[in-house]
């Protein structure tokens, strides 16, 4: 059973930020973050942690291949690029006058604006009522002939007969006991 990790309140890292990785084998480069995993702590940057895929084929007109995917980094290991003075920097939160909060740059003091990859949905809302999967006319269709309805409503009356039987209080019996053998 996979056990994950405490989660984190406030992520301070959004899909679509551009980023710095700070450790591992990917030291030093750039990129943007394509997927925040927030239940693993940890997030995917485009074109960084490649893994080489041995992908097989699907029959003799495409033959298998090895394909490059990116794995994901854990959230501790990449920083903000700070938009002014252009370095890996911390954020913290502040609020605008007009009470709006905002991600700051600890080291110049800049505000870090929300991607614009965060107003377009990923997959759109379905609008409206959903579609429903019987037409009216269907749904009112009679189904039954007249001799199954005629057996349908005899089962009924027989079962119901039967549970007011079972319900209805009946006598106290007496108790008959065997004559005793001499």
């Not at 709006?100 to 991607?115: E, F, L, Q």
Request: charged fraction near 25%; hydrophobic fraction near 35%; glycine fraction near 8%.
């Amino acid at each position: 059973v996979k056990q994950f990790p405490e989660p984190i309140r406030v992520w301070k890292v959004v899909r679509g930020d551009h980023v710095q990785i700070v450790q591992g084998k990917e030291k030093g480069k750039r990129g943007t973050i394509k997927q925040v995993l927030r239940k693993d702590h940890r997030v995917i940057v485009e074109g960084m942690n490649l893994l080489k895929k041995h992908q097989k084929g699907a029959g003799p007109q495409q033959p298998g291949q090895i394909v490059s995917i990116e794995s994901p980094i854990h959230v501790s290991n990449v920083q903000l690029i700070d938009p002014v003075e252009d370095v890996p920097t911390k954020i913290r939160f502040g609020f605008l006058q007009d009470g709006t909060k905002v991600r700051i740059a600890s080291k110049s003091g800049a505000i870090i604006p929300r991607p614009e990859v965060l107003t377009q949905r990923r997959t759109p809302i379905p609008y409206g009522p959903p579609e429903k999967d019987t037409a009216p006319a269907e749904a009112t269709k009679k189904t039954l002939s007249s001799e199954e309805e005629m057996l349908q409503s005899a089962i009924r009356k027989l079962t119901i007969m039967g549970l007011k039987q079972t319900l209805e209080p009946s006598a106290p019996q007496p108790l008959e006991l065997p004559a005793p053998q001499k």
